[in-house]
């Protein structure tokens, strides 16, 4: 019913930049709340960001000032610029949307996109 593909992972050094997409496609009537979680190996899954469908931002401790979400409702996409990486960013990075569907609220996931930041 609902897809999100995530893409823009990759390697990169301690200092720099990646950008992050994540597009939702399906019967989709609207988008509510999409968010970026990341899962580090051998750690649990977390949250790094959120963003409501009017805009109002939240972001974890330990991305604020680097990390920044937005959002193309048009498009269905979620973005995380994320600047400023350091090697404990390393982790696999998922997109979760909060999708209406036939009139019901589900939350789904994308696979990931692997991040390695090396330093």
């Known amino acids: 019913q609902v897809q999100l593909v995530e893409s823009g992972g990759g390697l990169v050094q301690a200092g720099g930049s990646l950008r992050l997409s994540c597009v939702a496609s399906?019967?989709?009537?609207?988008?509510?709340?999409m968010s970026w979680y990341r899962q580090a190996s051998g750690k649990q899954r977390e949250l790094v960001a959120a963003v409501t469908r009017g805009g109002a931002t939240d972001y974890s401790d330990s991305v604020k000032g680097r990390f920044t979400i937005s959002r193309d409702n048009a498009k269905n996409t979620v973005y995380l610029q994320m600047n400023s990486l350091k090697p404990e960013d390393t982790a696999v990075y998922y997109c979760?949307?909060?999708?209406?569907?036939?009139?019901?609220?589900?939350?789904?996931w994308g696979q990931g996109t692997q991040v390695t930041v090396s330093s």
């Open positions: 979760r949307a909060g999708a209406v569907v036939g009139g019901f609220e589900g939350l789904y």
């Open positions: 399906g019967s989709i009537s609207s988008i509510n709340t």
